[in-house]
């Protein structure tokens, strides 16, 4: 009994004890009000670029789901008195006709902490041209067979001339950036590298090295990079796949298993992969991919880690990227961005795995071309959020998009 | 450790149950009824004062089934709900030590339950939490434990008592998005009197009550992710995820409450007694998520306030009470901006900053009148009428969305104890209630408009939260004496609501049980 009082006594202290902190933390709350905040519009402009009159500055809380999308001044600052506290990603964009090409500003600052009033922000924004390749369809997130089992071999990925005049795709090169996952465990990546560099997981290069015209893709031509190009929707694969990629013109072949063969589609080379598997399988919940023309030949015998961590990454200058696009898990993954706001300002998503969806850019405009026949010209800001949406099921050359004339072996 | 406190408690209850065999006279249902009216200071929380107003000494087991079944209801209780239960009660005068305990176990089934993924009971004024648009069945299990011991005066001046109450929860939600729910309570409420003269006595009591809660999430395919809304008050969430990578993780939530009340009571050399009940909590609870690297989810902090007073006529032939109440409870939602410190010494989330974004007022006055008919068999009747104001009022600050839900209810009721032989009684009781509502509205600014939360279950609450009913329940209950000191009772009971609302059709609660009052 007396023990038993010695237990009452020390546990009721050490609950009254963490009690107390429990009160004490609350009661440093105070009750929320509108903050103000002031961004200033930094522009960078090269040579014979054109500046924006304005700037659409946007405000995204993806905790508390709010937005206000505000218009700068001539100076390109915006006062905004309507924020609720919170960590905030402001968008930064603007889009200019000249002299036949579009120009696309963007900037953004990404998880920025809003909390006290007359907080003032700025915002690099650089400007680039609209793309003339584009990832324009990709379907990551894989399919379910008609068992209810889980389907992930019909990945693909469509690169799309969204220009005016004939691109060449030789020696392209596409990968998955790390991290893998949208986290908000970040790497730290080596200061030398840091800013200038995306860093990526595996890299993979179309034949033939950049510059050459082996494989010309027209205005309104696009070209499928299949993890691996089989007509998915046969017997022994997945009847529930909705995609047939047996017409691909690129694969990710490594080796042949007893569901994996070497099909029709031109192999891709290998160029970074540190610790291959016998398929690219890039992650279902949503990788960050981008697409570039290496400058110099990629050693795949060197890499990099992130400070404390051992993971292997290629890093690659930002200035070699054509176009990257930032996929997450859901929607709750979007502000833990990991490609830089130059590349890509915003980030989008199937919500799921499995779900038989893929992402797709948004048809801007479409142009009829002199022989009477019409091709689609689609959004490129340079903003995932805002260019691309989720279909409903994915689709190969969708909108009318053509398959390249050296493709042979399609049906 | 739960094992333990289980045993203590139980130990401290065995005198009580023990002691019964010795008594000489049992309480049946209308025994039991009027002793706790009678026993002013039982109704308080300082069982000190019980050896000023004791109970009579009682025991009851009791095996029962009830049933809830009808739209008339919240979102999130079950349109179809199964309880079977063992419940069990004594009082008992142990040479001046009045002790009061209780032990009751409900296995409890909800069927068609929406817009609650992970709370035990998500009516707890706790507005953070994970609810998803599944429409799901629980199983759930409760175990409470209570008593209440008022030990002799000392020096004939000083009253110490304590009670304590543990009350433990299980459950498990049966649809994915699934959880898996661990639920307890302990609370301790010592208390002292001083005995001013024979007529007034003084009273105060402290309360210190743990509250522990903890959820965890899964799916049944494990392929399938499941949508969710992280919940933060009046209708306002985030997107959430169950499943996958990056899905939420272990709901956790503790709670503290402090708090103390004052009593005052007169008991008259006559009939005449009035006992004044002063009380004042403050709860804080904190919301937090993924035990391994904690995410504050949300806090709550509570202050509460009330006051009853007992007014009792103890004749000989009658017994007249009138009990006035007014609480006001204040609840304010405290929202924290987190951000993870990913440096190598700290690794966790941190916070930047917490605002109060969200206050839940509830303001409830009541007045109950009841008149006994005094008997050997407790009362030969009764009769009351009561009365209740309700002023519900919340506020999410930015953006400014409010609710509000002010009602007035009557009640009219009355009971009547048969004695159909030397052995067996018959109690029939029947009720008529009706709330008025007085004014009431949701009117919502937030992000998430057009959403299920905002046009379904809120919709639906506040539909049900304004709405005027009529409530219409009788009981019975057959005792008989089986031995000296036993009777076996069976009791229904069944209540009917009837809503004037065309969204609506009805609720109906019923209640069986088997039992022996010893």
Known sequence: ?411 | MKRRNLTILLSLLMPVMAGAQNADDIKQAAGVEITKAKSLWYNTNNASGMVFTPLENFNDVTVGYKSNSGDFKMSQSGENEGVIGVATQGALNLGGTMLWGAFNYENITTNDNLYNTNMFDPFRDMPYYVADPVISKWKKQTYDLRLKAGFPVLWDVWGIGCEVDYITNTAAKQNDPRSENYYYTLSVRPGFTFKLSDNHQIGINAVYEYLFERASFNNSDSQTDQNVFVMRGLGNYSPGIVGGIGGLQTYYWKGNKIGGAFQYSFLSNGAFKALLDVRYNYKVEDAYQAPTKPQRMGSTEQNYMGGTLQLLADGERFTNKVTLEYVDKSTDGIEFIQVVDNSYEVQQWVTLAQYVRSNYSLKVASLKYDFFVNSERGYSWRAGVAGEYSDKFDEYYLPNSTLKAENIYFSIYGKKNFALSKKSTLLFGINFGYNSNIDGYYKYSGSCEGSDIVDKMYANDIAYMTTNYMRLGGELNFSTMVAKKTALFISANCQYLNPDNEMFNNRTNLAFSLGINF
């Open chain 1, 1 to 411: 009994m007396k023990n038993l009082l010695t237990y009452f006594v020390v546990a009721v202290f050490a609950l009254g004890f963490s009690s107390c902190a429990q009160f004490d933390e609350i009661a440093e709350s105070e009750r929320v009000a509108n903050v103000s905040a002031k961004v200033v519009v930094n522009t960078t402009l090269g040579e014979g670029v054109p500046a924006p009159e304005t700037y659409t500055v946007k405000f995204n809380n993806y905790t508390e789901g709010f937005e206000l999308v505000e218009t700068t001044d001539a100076s390109g600052i915006v006062n905004t008195e309507s924020l609720i506290p919170g960590i905030y990603s402001i968008t930064v964009s603007a889009e200019v006709a000249h002299n036949g090409s579009v120009y696309n500003f963007n900037g953004n600052l990404v998880n920025v902490n809003i909390l006290n009033n007359g907080q003032s922000l700025t915002v690099d924004v650089n400007a680039s041209k609209s793309g003339a390749l584009v990832l324009k369809e990709i379907f990551y997130c894989g399919s379910k067979t008609p068992s209810g089992g889980s389907y992930f071999r019909d990945q693909f990925y469509e690169v799309y001339n969204n220009s005016d005049m004939v691109q060449y795709v030789d020696g392209m090169c596409i990968g998955n950036m790390l991290p893998a996952l949208a986290t908000a465990n970040l790497p730290v990546w080596p200061d030398e590298f840091a800013s200038s560099h995306v860093f990526f997981a595996t890299i993979w290069q179309l034949p033939g090295t950049p510059g050459e015209k082996n494989y010309p893709l027209q205005p309104g031509e696009s070209i499928i990079i299949a993890q691996m190009a089989d007509n998915h929707q046969r017997e022994a694969l997945n009847p529930g796949s909705p995609v047939n990629l047996i017409g691909a013109e690129f694969e990710a072949y490594l080796q042949s298993t007893s569901l994996i063969k070497d099909n029709p589609a031109i192999n891709m080379n290998l160029a970074f992969w540190p610790s291959p598997s016998k398929q690219w399988l890039v992650t279902v919940f949503g990788g960050a991919y981008a697409i570039f023309f290496p400058e110099a030949p990629i050693d795949r015998n060197t890499y990099i880690t992130p400070v404390g961590q051992t993971t292997k990454a290629k890093e690659i200058p930002i200035d070699w990227i054509v176009d990257a696009v930032e996929l997450v898990n859901d929607e709750t993954k979007i502000k833990l961005k990991r490609v830089p706001a130059v590349l890509d300002a915003g980030a989008t998503t199937v919500g799921g795995t499995y779900v038989n969806k893929s992402v797709c850019r948004k048809v801007k405009e479409t142009i009829q071309n002199p022989d009477g026949s019409s091709r689609v010209k689609y959004y490129d800001t340079n903003n995932t959020s805002e260019d691309f949406y989720v279909t409903e099921i994915p689709m190969i050359h969708r909108d009318g998009a053509k398959s390249p004339s050296w493709n042979t072996w399609q049906n």
